[in-house]
């Protein structure tokens, strides 16, 4: 046990400096780490517990996914009979299917080929599944039943998830903090970390908001404020209300859209010229240029409303045709609400809304204060654990010291290199490890000291105590490791930080005691021969 | 120089002995404890029952909690509870689950960060809605359940199958006994919690893993030797191993428990019961004396009674 060949404590020595020195990026400003070749860059993160920051998670409103999947089939059923005069009543969309009825019976057999050809195999030409975006089938009586698929319904989901995860990175982007990051998280929920960030409000609005825009004619021939009141709403209208908080006044919107926020092609936040309040300027695209100078042009006169997910925002009164292809929007903004109105129409409309449903912010005062409570843990931790250790073995114990001490270091290596993020449970984490490192130095020791009191001389001793000793600190660790690992699978954030340290903790300290703290003792041996075992 | 010296050599405890006391004393303690889970219950953080907690300082160096705790009221918030702890300025408010779903929660942040301005640094806030809640705690069930599955397959594999069931016993104990813990101190039982949970298990298991080693090395070693004294030899030979490393580990705890801050502090304080009060008392006087009833050994001490009886002789006590 105590023999080392030359060629094996040289590798000994050489794995545990490798692993220590990838420790180093960590000891320099990020600046100078960054001028450095991209392999030596790796380097531990902070966590947001750490940094300071905002750990939001948000979930799809997928039922609003659901329900416009299946009124858009509802819309394709209506065009494709009306397309093919074919007479129909009770169109019907409910849960996942569309009702219809064919009126004349003999139209029956063509209305179903022809709904049929709305539902399209899934998954494009590559993954073919040979499932269907829709079930057709006729329910007799004329009635004919169609169904949105499970499939396409999952996939329609993971679509919007994807492209909310495309328009968040956007407008987060444009916040301007550094390495935000955006997952994807289960089916249908995104999670959004944002390091240092004093308020979370800002973001958290710019995540909660939809960002749908419309721009919709104003009906003048009924009252607003009479449907308000009765609660009827004429058929093509929907009743809507201008300004937030206290002063809201309803107004009745056409429901038909004559250009919607798709159309824009940019949006720049900025001053109106004769009054210098904040304002929000925009250019079309083409297409939506072209409708909008057409229904301005037809319609001068008339008031139109802007409206963004179902508020209105200001109802200008078109003076006249507006065939530029841009505009603006004035609605009492600030110049913050202005900009980020900008942001949100760049960014484009979430395909759902989304709900936070979970948060977490630690603001950056909080989290410089568990960085030096953490140090102090963590130096007061070691520092009583190294003169215990130096009491209670004398020389072996100093040996342990080092152990310990390179078994940290090696920690930090291991986590820079797999560019781990450190959160304050992560310290605890490693706190814990020195015990458990200590442990392992223990359990040699005292089978030592025990093989001394058989009778056996101090080099057969120490020889003995190392090989007893080292099986039962693998059985002992491995038990801590599977927790760890637990830990790490169930666990999310903080909690997994602290399965982190603690696994990789579990490792550096078999490594040490099973070779270390072997070899700083053999060479001792080696160089002293000693008589006696001074513990 | 003279060394530190805890345990001192060559203790002779009947721990085995002692079985009589502590598996009555830990049989009452769990049970206990289980009734306390059940009619004092555990003090769910919002973790496990959703809900916001916001961590404030006050910028004027002191918190003026009547006041604020008027402010809030105002706020019609349902249950509140305000908090002091470490310096005067520093305040806990823990907001009870807003209903009307994650919006609801979202919308409470937003009037308390209203109604209390600028007057406080808003230093941690957290907001965990109904249904994130709910699925924390499963996750959180499952994984101790999980944990304890592998590493009961790990000792099954490891020694035979009477040792991974005493050491799924004392775990049991353990959890239970540290959960009995949770609910009469009130500690905040959440995620930290459950990691405090899952780091006793495995560092029990460590203390339990390091005696039945011992055991087994017994065992094979000294094939005539009643199990009782086996078991006590064990346990005394690796007394002072196991008082030596709890004493680092708690020196490690204490550490954390004084400089680890409130985000961690109900981690550590359940560490510090259930890794060095419960945890060594398991696997000493619960593991081990266990076995005795598991049958380990059995084959052998029938042949041994065997041997005895056709001899016709007293066996001969060893040691007292």
């Keep these: 046990m105590l023999y080392f060949s030359r060629w094996k404590a040289a590798g000994v020595l050489a794995v545990a400096l ?167 998280q289960g089916v249908d929920r995104i999670l959004v970390q944002v390091p240092g960030l004093q308020d979370p409000s800002r973001l958290k609005a710019l995540l909660g908001t939809t960002a749908k825009l419309t721009f919709r004619l104003v009906d003048m021939n009924n009252s607003a404020a009479e449907a308000a009141q009765s609660g009827r709403v004429p058929p093509d209208d929907e ?119 979970e948060e977490r912010t630690v603001g950056p005062g909080l989290g410089q204060d568990s960085i030096e409570r953490g140090k102090l843990a963590a130096y007061l931790g070691g520092g009583l654990v190294i003169v215990f250790m130096f009491a209670t073995y004398g020389l072996f114990g100093l040996f342990a010291n080092i152990a310990v001490m390179v078994n940290v270091a090696m920690i930090f290596g291991v986590l820079s290199l797999l560019n781990a993020t450190l959160t304050l449970p992560g310290i605890a984490g490693i706190v814990l490890t020195v015990g458990i490192a200590v442990d392992s130095n223990v359990l040699i020791y005292e089978r030592i000291r025990e093989e001394v009191r058989a009778g056996r001389s101090a080099i057969m001793a120490i020889d003995a105590g190392f090989s007893r000793a080292l099986a039962t600190i693998l059985d002992s660790n491995v038990t801590t490791f599977i927790a760890a690992a637990v830990l790490f699978f169930i666990g999310t954030g903080a909690v997994r930080g602290f399965a982190v340290t603690l696994g990789i903790g579990i490792l550096t300290t078999l490594f040490t005691a099973f070779t270390l703290t072997r070899l700083i003792v053999a060479v001792w041996v080696r160089a002293r021969r000693p008589q006696t075992v001074p513990m | 120089m003279r060394l530190l010296r805890i345990v001192p050599d060559d203790t002779n405890f009947d721990f085995i002995r002692f079985r009589r006391i502590s598996f009555p004393i830990s049989g009452v303690l769990s049970i206990v404890a289980i009734l306390l889970y059940f009619f004092h219950g555990l003090n769910f953080g919002i973790d496990f029952r959703g809900g916001t907690l916001m961590e404030v300082q006050a910028k004027s160096g002191t918190a003026e909690l009547a006041q604020m705790r008027q402010t809030l009221a105002g706020l019609e918030l349902g249950e509140f509870q305000l908090q002091q702890f470490g310096s005067p300025a520093d305040v806990l408010i823990r907001i009870a689950q807003q209903p009307g779903g994650d919006e609801a929660q979202q919308a409470a942040v937003r009037k308390v960060r209203e109604s209390l301005g600028d007057s406080v640094d808003y230093r941690r806030v957290e907001v965990v809605g109904p249904r994130v809640s709910g699925e924390l705690l499963a996750m959180g069930t499952i994984g101790i359940f999980f944990a304890i599955l592998g590493i009961l397959i790990y000792l099954w594999f490891r020694f035979e199958w009477q040792f991974a069931l005493g050491a799924m016993i004392a775990n049991m104990h353990d959890i239970v006994l540290t959960i009995g813990f949770m609910s009469i101190t009130q500690v905040d039982f959440d995620l930290t919690s459950i990691a405090a949970l899952l780091t006793i298990l495995g560092y029990s298991l460590n203390d339990t893993v390091v005696i039945y080693d011992r055991i087994r090395e017994m065992l094979r070693r000294y094939k005539k030797m009643p199990m009782e004294e086996l078991l006590n030899h064990s346990i005394n030979s690796t007394l002072s191993r196991s008082v030596i490393t709890h004493v680092t580990v708690s020196l490690a705890l204490f550490a954390l428990l004084i400089y680890g801050g409130q985000a961690i502090h109900s981690f550590t304080a359940v560490m510090m019961f259930g890794v060095v009060l419960v945890g060594t008392y398991t696997s000493i006087f619960i593991a081990s004396p266990i076995l005795l009833y598991l049958g380990v050994g059995q084959t052998r001490r029938e042949a041994e009674a065997e041997a005895a009886s056709s001899r016709a002789t007293p066996p001969a006590k060893a040691k007292a």
């Design chain 1, 18 to 184: 490798l692993v220590m020195l990838c420790a180093v990026p960590n000891f320099f400003p990020d600046k100078v780490v960054e001028s450095w070749p991209k392999w030596a860059q790796r380097h531990l993160v902070l966590g947001l517990d750490l940094q300071g920051g905002s750990h939001i998670l948000l979930e799809v409103d997928s039922n609003a996914v659901r329900r416009e999947k299946v009124e858009n089939l509802r819309d394709d059923v209506r065009r494709v009979l009306r397309d093919a005069r074919i007479g129909y009543v009770g169109l019907t969309a409910r849960g996942d299917t569309v009702e219809v009825r064919i009126r004349e019976g003999a139209d029956a057999t063509q209305a179903l080929t022809k709904l049929r050809e709305l539902s399209q195999p899934l998954g494009g030409l590559l993954g073919n599944t040979g499932q269907r975006s829709v079930d057709v089938s006729d329910q007799g009586n004329g009635v004919i039943r169609l169904t949105v698929t499970q499939a396409a319904m999952t996939e329609r989901i993971r679509q919007s998830v994807e492209q909310s995860i495309q328009i968040i990175e956007r407008r987060v982007n444009e916040l301007g903090t550094v390495e935000p990051s955006i997952q994807r």
């Design chain 1, 239 to 357: 009743l809507l209300y201008e300004g937030r908080g206290g002063q809201r006044t309803p107004i009745l919107v056409e429901k038909r859209i004559m250009v919607s926020g798709e159309d824009l092609t940019d949006a720049q936040p900025g001053f109106d010229s004769r009054t210098s309040e904040p304002i929000v300027s925009f250019r079309f695209n083409t297409t939506g240029g072209r409708r909008f100078a057409q229904v301005t042009q037809e319609n001068v006169g008339r008031p139109f409303a802007i409206v963004l997910d179902n508020e209105v925002i200001s109802a200008p009164v078109i003076r006249e045709p507006i065939l530029g292809g841009s505009g603006q929007i004035s609605g009492n903004f600030t110049v913050q609400s202005a900009n980020d109105l900008a942001i949100l129409l760049r960014a484009g409309a979430l395909p759902a809304p989304l709900t936070i449903i």
